[in-house]
């Protein structure tokens, strides 16, 4: 695929078929987060590749607190549904570096990189025949994932699903460029 079609076809893929994703497939994704851009080469960014038991586990964590939440009107129940039908599932973590300039600490710049890895991410999938989709409803029970996970000392940022897509509803809108300018 040429560059202009993988940023154009580009979209969040929600329903998956239940085709697997090859480990040379996932490496390939990680290795092009791994190449992104960082704030002073930092590379802030550790990734925990899930295993189908531990996804299975997320997810009914997910749908629990979905169940124990019920006033709460969130997409946490989409997203459990959505990691449901993915076949893979990343875990995106930021390290816990503190600049010793107070003003900045570091941590604005260190999240634009790790928004930079994961847009590399979506891209390499689509170049891949691949759909994905950043879920940072995890983050609702961020604490009792790490703790399932046993990761300490990171912050986490967002689980990126990965799979076959199927895409069964229109491409979301995006505003015009004109609106964009300031
Ligand atoms: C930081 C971030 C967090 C997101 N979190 C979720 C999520 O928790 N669940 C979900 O279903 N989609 C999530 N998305 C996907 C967005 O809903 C999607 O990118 C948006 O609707 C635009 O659609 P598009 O990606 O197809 O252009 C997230 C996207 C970003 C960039």
């Given at each position: 695929?040429?560059?202009?079609e993988?940023?154009?076809?580009r979209?969040?893929?929600r ?34 590749c ?29 997203s ?7 076949d ?22 260190d ?5 930079c890895?994961i847009e ?18 995890t ?14 000392g990171?912050?986490?940022?967002c ?5 076959y ?9 995006k ?8």
């Open positions: 695929m040429d560059f202009d993988v940023i154009n076809v979209r969040t893929a329903v998956f078929t239940g085709k697997k994703v090859s480990k040379e497939q996932i490496d390939k994704i990680i290795k092009s987060a791994s190449i992104a851009p960082s704030a002073r080469n930092r590379q802030p960014w550790k990734f925990y899930l295993t189908d038991t531990q996804k299975e586990h997320i997810t009914g964590m997910l749908f629990d607190w979905d169940r124990e939440n019920p006033k709460e009107k969130t997409s946490v129940k989409g459990a549904q959505q990691i449901e039908s993915a893979k599932m990343i875990m995106v973590y930021k390290d816990s570096y503190k600049s010793k300039y107070k003003k900045l600490n570091y941590s604005k710049p999240y634009l990189s790790l928004g890895a590399n991410m979506s891209l390499q999938a689509v170049d891949l025949g691949l759909g994905s989709c950043i879920v940072c409803d983050l609702y029970i961020e604490e009792k994932i790490n703790e399932y996970l046993n990761i300490k990171y912050e986490q940022i689980g990126f699903i990965i799979g897509p199927i895409f069964d509803t229109p491409p979301r809108q505003k015009d460029v004109k609106e964009l300018m300031l």
